[in-house]
Structure formats: C-alpha cells, structure tokens
C-alpha cells in the first residue's frame, strides 16, 4: 500500500506517478473491487489559478493545506464527486485528481462506481478500511495533456500539460 511519504513530494512527481496505480475499495457489502487508474490531474497550489486554493485558504480549501494523502472531495454541478489526493506538505495546498480507472473514463463515473461521496473527505489514504491505493509494479506509457475544464483559469493555466494518461489504457 502507498504510504505517507509517497504523498509528501509535489504534485507534479505525484500525479504520474498515481497513474498505474490500483485503487482497492471495499464497499459497505464487504465486497472488494480493483480498478486501475489511468488519469490523473495536477493542481499545483495558491499560484496555480485552476487550483481551488488559488483563492488562498478558505472554509472549501483548508483541506488542501492539511497532511498529504488526505482524501478531498468535493462535489461540482450538484451531483458528481470529485476524489482528490492532498500532496507535498503541511501548509502547501497541492492535490492530484483522480481523472479516470479502467472502466470508469471520467472523474463523475469513477466516483459513481466507486461509491465515493462527502463520508470519505478529509480521511487519510493511509490505513483507511474503505479505500486503499497498491503498487503492483506496472508500468505505464505516459503522456501528458491540458486539464480539463479549466477554461476560467487563463489560457496559461488552462493549458499546462499537468494531465497524465497512460497511453495503453485510455
């Protein structure tokens, strides 16, 4: 299993890095699925102006500021949950989206599959019973593109190359 200190180094080693990785949810039924993610997403602090905390802390940000592998999320158009992981350290609000798994192509329908709502903000990743993220040493072809959705944020922001996709799965 993925450990603090996996989380605890900037987003932009974070992100594809999670790329590959396993997501193990154990759900309510005590059944437990495997999904591979295959997306992800940077938002890199208070300068990065697509990044929630670029407002600077605030009651929906101060999550980001917290201990990194802190579970974030948070819900957009009143129906689909976001699952975020916090990175880097105390204080520095950084958070890798989960943008897609295998099966699941899009961050409303993974969190839909996962049955993943507002219970699980603000757990830690680490330790926690109802989900869990394993390395099993795949390896994946990544190539980056512009986030989505962050039109609003200038077309600097909008266009950084800070999504990671694996090439063989997406």
């Known amino acids: 299993m993925l ?16 790329v590959g990785k396993i997501i193990i949810r154990k759900f309510d039924d ?38 990194p592998g802190t579970i974030y999320v948070y819900l957009i158009y009143g129906m689909y949950w976001m699952l975020n992981f916090v990175t880097e350290r105390v204080n520095i609000p950084q958070a890798v989206l989960i943008r897609a798994i295998e099966g699941y192509d899009g961050p409303g ?11 699980f903000n603000n757990q830690t990743i680490v330790d926690n019973q109802r989900i869990k ?4 040493l795949y390896q994946p072809e990544i190539i980056t593109a512009p986030r989505i959705g962050v039109d609003y ?8 190359p800070w999504r990671f996709i694996d090439k063989n799965l997406s």
């Not at 450990?3 to 999670?18: C, G, I, S, T, W």
Request: aromatic share 10%; charged share 35%.
């Open 3 to 18: 450990d603090q200190n996996f989380f605890d180094r900037d987003v932009l080693k974070v992100a594809p890095e999670l």
């Open 109 to 119: 329908k993974l969190t839909k599959a996962l049955q993943i709502d507002q219970t």
């Open 30 to 67: 005590g059944s437990i699925r495997r999904f591979r993610i295959t997306q992800t997403e940077a938002y890199r602090g208070e300068n990065d102006k697509a990044c929630h905390a670029s407002k600077g802390r605030t009651p929906r940000t101060e999550i980001m500021y917290h201990q």
């Open 133 to 136: 993220l394993f390395d099993d």
């Open 153 to 160: 944020a200038g077309k600097i922001w909008a266009k950084k």
